[in-house]
Nanobody, 119 residues
Framework: QVQLVESGGGLVQPGGSLRLSCAAS????????MRWYRQAPGKQRDLVAH???????YYPDSVKGQFTISRDNAKNTVYLQMNSLKPEDTAVYYC?????????????WGKGTLVTVSS
């Protein structure tokens, strides 16, 4: 059974930092592209970070320089380091695992972890 379990969310003051973790089980972790998305209340789910199987990263302009994604294949875990947090970063953050080199392609989601940025 595939599981992606996010952790590390919580309440943080503006300007603060958080590190989210996503622990994967039931998949060959190193074969998956890993992504973090976020969804604020009443808004669509947006990609905030992406890391490939060979550690290439991508960020949208909205978080570039503020968020850093990394992965530890030995621990089957992907991380999202978030710095200089702002109230508009408040959202549920979701972990996503994608593998497109198999048939059918695989796409798994975690249940999310809430990040609230408020004073």
């Amino acid at each position: 059974q595939v599981q992606l379990v996010e952790s590390g969310g919580g309440l943080v003051q503006p300007g603060g930092s958080l590190r989210l973790s996503c622990a994967a089980s039931g998949i060959i972790f190193g074969a998956y592209v890993m992504r973090w998305y976020r969804q604020a209340p009443g808004k669509q789910r947006d990609l905030v970070a992406h890391i490939t199987t060979n550690y290439r990263t991508y960020y949208p302009d909205s978080v570039k320089g503020q968020f850093t994604i990394s992965r530890d294949n030995a621990k089957n875990t992907v991380y999202l380091q978030m710095n200089s947090l702002k109230p508009e970063d408040t959202a549920v953050y979701y972990c996503n695992a994608v593998r497109s080199d198999v048939d059918p392609p695989r796409n798994y989601w975690g249940k999310g972890t809430l990040v609230t940025v408020s004073s």
